[in-house]
């Protein structure tokens, strides 16, 4: 019996070692992983005195980044620039390589290179702050401002920035497959119920719960625009403002209240019914400081039909999503004359 | 529910569980119910043909058995197995082969000039028809041969049809071999176990790994509306390959199932393009459905007692007839022609064939094209589209290694395992008693990987569409 017990451990670990040793010749063949060290998207990230930012020439899976850490071919001197801030939904999450929004607008512009300067993560007072270097390393004539509002919703929350965190301890490559198999394999019902749950119990350490988003960080997401706006016109760029689009829509369907509760994971302190009012306010306060700085303005979050045929989840767009949402800008840039200077004179509001 | 859902990785050790902790009767009763409700999964629907047409061969079978007791001559029975053939082809026939027929009518009528309003029946068909339909009418026909005894138990005949593991694509079980299984104790042995983890293992890694990653090459370039030949060639290989190992993962993972309860399944396939001529694929190819084709077709036709060109009518007939078992539509019937054709050349020639001055390899190179060829008829959706790939191979190529990367890349694994199995004589190679039990987890381990983290996009079994 021990002695059968014995082999049955023996065998157990061989067949968990012979699993991981797969999962890492598999990663090194497909996408040229590191054999020894860890293998998940921290691989993207490098630390400076703002934060974490792409790593130049980082490669992630489908996600491969240039020498300046973007997400993006190398910068064609020969081509005027329009230069895309942002955070995931920018950067590209589900689309399949070549079919986020700003590698289809590039498509349907021509003569103009389209820099993909999102990356997942970032919010939007990061974006503002690493600005002025964007400006100067890519000098673009037009600037796409797609922020993403909700991350103000943890700015008060979030711990100060100290420099780059430890490197992370080794994990085992296999963990994150079953996570995601397992993730995979559960009924809807019970994941979102264990959402709940977790949402629930992280929630109280968050203060009160919110019905919108609050003032005094509507206020400081108007501050961080207009200061991005003013920026860009300084160094001779025309900023283009976009307002944010999701699933949703005006209400949530009842159908898609656990694709809700995904998002709220992230933001414990909003209630369920706040998202779409906050996403309104937020993009309220886009359109008006629009109409004040005379900035052009493509209103997604009017214009992107809902649902998941254009949303992969509650914000990142399905390519069909990306497509037509880099159509919505083509449209407002569609006057420009790529091969003039400047190229669009007058951008229309 | 199908062997690759996640229900199924549910149902079955809950089935395991329940049967190894049972006697044997009950063991028999427990299979039923399951294997019902493994094939009501489907459409609970299906079960009333499955049922009327089992009933009614049992019954048949029970009266005939009956007869031969008595000592009544062999033209007494021929009624109880006229019903027993026609209840079950007109069950096939209506299910499978209405609508093919009446659309068929309707176009020739109109072509003719004749108003004719199309009507079809549009009713689903139930999962494995083609099977079980075999399965039973062999049942009964054995029994009117006196070839076996009818059993008088309903439940284990029941059970020989219904078995879960075989129900839906086979391997078609011979009652003479399952039927006895069924109703005596089994025996459950370590070996039995391993040999069958083995085969649901590799089953799947066949599967799931290679046919499914196939799959969507296979449809991309035999949804070309202009292919050239290499684009032709390319998606013929992809669906050879595919075909393969869908319907032998398939079998496998039957079969392997079937060992762990103590069953043993018929093999399936051996090796089948490793074949060097027609006769030698079809010795290896569904072996259970060629097989039951000589047995129940082409021998009772005169099999190759007259003249040549009596062989040569049957063994076309037979192979007309099996290509139409596989579906209602001409590209069936032409792939049976085909095969047809390529059996009769065979052995109009065979001398030459037998004699022909290339090694082995070779010979088996040269036939895998041909093989090739016929999955083209196989799986192309119209006679237009078997005609343009045709042509194709005619007209200037445009090699594009980037298509027969991904082939080699998915084949290569099969290969060399084939290769094994080939060159030992033995298909159960991880079985071998010489293999340590730790490289034989390590191979598990490996294939389970593939399997779970780089298998294609979930597939239907080809063959359920039979």
């Known amino acids: 019996m021990t002695k059968l017990l014995l082999k049955s451990i023996l065998w157990s670990l061989l067949a968990a070692v012979t699993l991981e040793v797969c999962a890492r010749f598999d990663d090194w063949i497909t996408y040229g992983a590191p054999l020894l060290e860890n293998y998940d998207n921290g691989t993207l990230n490098a630390f400076d005195a703002i934060g974490n930012r792409g790593k130049p020439h980082a490669r992630y899976l489908k996600w491969q980044l240039n020498s300046l850490g973007f997400r993006n071919p190398e910068l064609d001197p020969s081509r005027p620039k329009l230069l895309c801030i942002g955070s995931s939904e920018t950067f590209g999450q589900f689309e399949p390589d070549g079919f986020e929004w700003p590698r289809q607008l590039e498509r349907q512009l021509t003569g103009v290179q389209v820099v993909n300067a999102g990356f997942a993560g970032e919010t939007f007072p990061t974006s503002v702050k690493r600005l002025p270097e964007h400006l100067a390393q890519v000098k673009p004539v037009v600037v796409v401002l797609y922020p993403s509002v909700a991350h103000y919703l943890s700015i008060p929350f979030m711990a100060h920035y100290h420099g780059p965190p430890p490197p992370p301890a080794p994990r085992p490559r296999m963990q994150a497959r079953f996570e995601t198999a397992i993730k995979q394999i559960l009924p809807e019902a019970l994941t979102t119920r264990l959402k709940q749950r977790q949402i629930e119990r992280e929630a109280p350490a968050y203060g009160p719960l919110l019905d919108d988003m609050p003032p005094e960080l509507v206020q400081r997401f108007e501050e961080d625009l207009r200061a991005a706006v003013h920026l860009i016109r300084q160094n001779g760029a025309a900023p283009v403002l976009v307002t944010h689009a999701n699933r949703f829509g005006k209400s949530v369907l009842p159908a898609e209240r656990p694709m809700l509760i995904s998002w709220r994971k992230f933001y414990p302190n909003l209630r369920e019914d706040g998202f779409v009012r906050m996403e309104q306010t937020m993009n309220q306060v886009t359109i008006r400081l629009a109409l004040e700085e005379k900035v052009t303005l493509v209103d997604a979050a009017r214009d992107m039909p809902t649902g998941p045929r254009y949303f992969a989840d509650y914000v990142h767009f399905t390519s069909e999503g990306a497509a037509l949402f880099s159509k919505f800008i083509a449209q407002a840039l569609a006057h420009c004359n790529w091969t003039q200077s400047p190229p669009c004179p007058r951008l229309p509001l | ?466």
């Open chain 2, 1 to 466: 529910m199908s062997f690759n859902s996640l229900e199924f990785l549910i149902f079955l050790p809950v089935v395991l569980l329940a049967y190894y902790n049972l006697p044997h009767k009950a063991q028999n009763r427990f299979l039923l119910v399951a294997s019902c409700y493994f094939y009501g999964s489907w459409d609970w629907r299906f079960l009333f043909p499955l049922l009327i047409s089992t009933s009614i061969d049992y019954y048949c079978a029970v009266r005939m058995e009956r007869q031969i007791l008595a000592g009544e001559p062999a033209q007494n029975r021929k009624p109880w197995l006229t019903l027993s053939v026609v209840t079950n082809l007109a069950l096939l026939g209506f299910f499978k082969y209405f609508d093919f027929f009446s659309s068929n009518l309707h176009t020739l009528l109109s072509s003719l000039g004749i108003p004719v309003e199309l009507w079809t029946l549009q009713v689903i068909l139930p999962v494995g028809i083609s099977f079980y339909t075999f399965q039973a009418l062999s049942y009964t026909i054995d029994v009117y041969r006196g070839q076996i005894h009818a059993t008088d138990s309903f439940f284990d005949f029941l059970l020989c049809v219904l078995y879960f593991p075989h129900l839906v694509a086979g391997p078609i079980q011979r009652a003479h071999s399952l039927l006895p299984q069924v109703t005596q104790p089994r025996t459950i042995t370590s070996e039995g176990v391993v040999a069958g983890i083995h085969l649901i293992f590799w089953g799947f890694f066949k599967k799931v790994f290679i046919a499914d990653n196939l799959a969507p090459l296979a449809n991309q370039l035999f949804s070309l509306p202009d292919p050239n030949g290499w684009q032709s060639l390319m998606g013929v290989y992809a669906f050879a390959i595919q075909i393969y190992c869908d319907f032998s993962g398939y079998t496998d993972v039957a079969r392997g199932l079937a060992k762990i309860m103590g069953f043993e399944f018929m093999l399936n396939f051996n090796l089948p393009y490793f074949a060097t001529n027609p006769s030698d694929f079809w010795n290896r190819w569904h072996i259970s459905l060629s097989s039951w084709l000589r047995d129940y077709l082409y021998i009772p036709l005169g099999g190759n007692r007259g003249n040549e060109a009596s062989t040569y009518r049957n063994l076309m007939l037979t192979m007309v007839i099996g290509g139409f078992w596989h579906g209602a539509a001409w590209n069936f019937l032409l792939w049976g022609f085909y095969h047809g054709s390529l059996l009769i050349l065979h052995r109009r020639f065979r001398s030459a064939f037998d004699n022909f001055p290339l090694p082995r390899p070779l010979l088996i190179l040269v036939f895998f094209q041909f093989t090739c060829y016929g999955w083209l008829l196989f799986r192309a959706t119209s006679l237009q589209q078997v005609a343009g790939m045709t042509a194709s191979f005619f007209h200037p190529w445009h090699v594009d290694w980037s298509l027969a990367a991904p082939i080699a890349a998915y084949t290569l694994p099969l290969l060399v395992i084939e290769l094994i199995q080939y060159n030992s004589g033995r298909l159960d190679f991880l079985s071998f008693r010489w293999i340590p039990a730790e490289l034989r987890v390590v191979a598990y381990a490996t294939m389970a990987y593939f399997v779970v983290f780089r298998g294609g996009a979930p597939q239907s079994f080809i063959y359920f569409q039979f």
